[in-house]
């Protein structure tokens, strides 16, 4: 049953491709206990598009707003919360203008993309008491939360390491080429990007956060000259966006707005973000980490080693495999015992976290025994590593995350 009077009011700024996961949650699955009352973005088309999309689902379509109306939407539409889906290097502005407005905010990760931005972040928080959420959806993947829980409940005794390497595949991995992420000033590259995620899960697992932090990466498969080095051709690397019907409204029939092309060829100048990426961190526990990131695999996955003081936790998350379906393995190795193959839940991946994260934003209130909702200091805690490992990238040293001038 429906109840406009205590339904939380939602507007989201960034109607691109990820917005649809919010407003299929708010309209579709939750419009019992959230209502999304506008829309804001740079780009008219985009916006008008989504509106197409939720009529097509039943909901109601939402007042559009251009992003420089973004102060007058939260007045006008009497807005709750601000959810922040645009390019990563602008979510500071949205995140504080709400915050400064009295709003709450959910923002998608990475929260910002440099320090001094991430401060200002924090900042707008102290100043205004207002609510960050970071929308953290692996912490949602059911085999993740289940690895807070075995270590949580101590079965591998204290973390000595971890070992963690995941794998971007030459179609999802080379989307990153195509789109502003290539950018290092829009994305901050994919140790803030991408990693941002990841470092979140081992600070969740280990109940810590990095202290100490090397890295070591480059450019290697994409960009321009990396075709003709290593004797790939580019045709199997190009995106046609007439082929698949979302993507020529979203993007082919809105560049006229802004010139954005989501098409790029990964292989064209431009590109200012590593492929091939090393990290070496040290946490305040004492815990070790080391870190690989390739975006150029032929699978998607992971690969997650977690050494304790009774033993050991392997797993392997197959997301993507030409050869075949997603599969994985989770074992849990006490010493002088035989190894122990957990069961995996049936349901993995994407699209079940995003159903559960949805659920818990904008669903009725639940319990939370595993703290699966990450707050302003846990996106902030996240990005220490990522940021910490670009400053050494640039300087060739190990960087102390007390000095980037981040404080939590
Ligand atoms: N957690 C996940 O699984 C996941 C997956 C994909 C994307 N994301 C995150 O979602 C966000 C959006 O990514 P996307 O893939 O939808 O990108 P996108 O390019 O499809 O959409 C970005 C949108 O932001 C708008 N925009 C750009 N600059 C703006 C500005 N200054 N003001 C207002 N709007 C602006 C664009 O017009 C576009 O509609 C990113 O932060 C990304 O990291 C998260």
């Given amino acids: 049953m429906r109840d406009p009077l205590t339904r939380k009011r939602y507007a989201l700024i960034g109607a691109g491709h990820r917005a649809s996961t919010f407003l299929h949650g708010l309209a579709v699955e939750h419009a019992g206990t959230a ?25 109601d379509p939402v007042p559009e707003y251009p992003a420089t109306d973004f102060l007058t939407m939260l007045d006008k539409e009497s807005v ?4 922040v889906t645009t390019v990563d ?21 990475p929260m910002t993309t ?12 102290a100043a205004t008491g207002g609510e960050v959420t970071v929308a953290f959806n692996y912490r949602y993947q059911p085999v993740f939360e289940r ?3 075995i270590i949580a409940a101590g079965e591998i005794g204290e973390i000595g390491s971890v070992h963690f390497e995941w794998l971007l595949d030459t179609r999802h991995g080379a989307d990153y080429f195509r789109r502003w992420h290539r950018d290092k000033a829009n994305s ?30 480059r450019l290697f498969f994409y960009g321009p000259e990396n075709a003709k080095l290593h004797g790939h051709d580019p045709a199997p690397f190009t995106l046609s ?34 492929d091939d990426l090393a990290v070496l961190a040290r946490y305040h526990s004492g815990a070790t980490l080391t870190y690989h990131l390739t975006a150029y695999s032929p699978w998607e996955g992971v690969r997650v080693m977690v050494n304790g003081s009774h033993g050991r936790l392997e797993l392997e998350v197959v997301e ?65 590593t990522g940021f910490a490992a670009n400053r050494s990238l640039v300087t060739g040293a190990p960087v102390r995350t007390t000095d980037l001038g981040v404080r939590l």
């Fill in 241 to 274: 966006l007439d082929e698949d019907p979302w993507l020529r409204e979203l993007y082919q029939e809105a560049r006229h707005e802004d010139g954005y092309r989501r098409d790029q060829d990964v292989f064209a100048p431009g590109v200012s973000i590593e």
């Fill in 147 to 149: 690895l807070r829980e």
């Fill in 114 to 125: 440099d320090p001094a931005r991430c401060q200002r972040i924090l900042d707008a928080v």
């Fill in 80 to 83: 709750d919360t601000v959810l």
């Fill in 89 to 109: 290097s602008t979510h500071d502005e949205y995140i504080v203008a709400a915050l400064n407005a009295g709003r709450n905010v959910v923002t998608e990760k």
């Fill in 35 to 59: 209502e999304l009352v506008a829309l804001a973005d740079v780009n008219r088309t985009r916006m008008a598009a989504h509106n197409r999309r939720l009529s097509g689902l039943g909901a």
């Fill in 188 to 217: 901050g590259g994919l140790l803030v990007h991408k990693a941002t995620h990841h470092f979140d899960l081992i600070n969740w697992w280990l109940d810590s956060e990095p202290a100490e932090v090397y890295a070591q990466g």
């Fill in 320 to 384: 993507a495999d030409p050869g075949g379906q997603p599969h994985g393995s989770l074992w849990l190795r006490k010493f002088w015992q035989p190894p122990q193959q957990l069961p995996m839940s049936a349901e993995e991946g994407h699209s079940t976290a995003d159903r559960r994260l949805c659920a818990a934003l904008f669903g009725p209130a639940a319990e939370d025994p595993t703290g699966k909702r990450a707050d302003h200091l846990a996106g902030a805690r996240s990005l220490l």
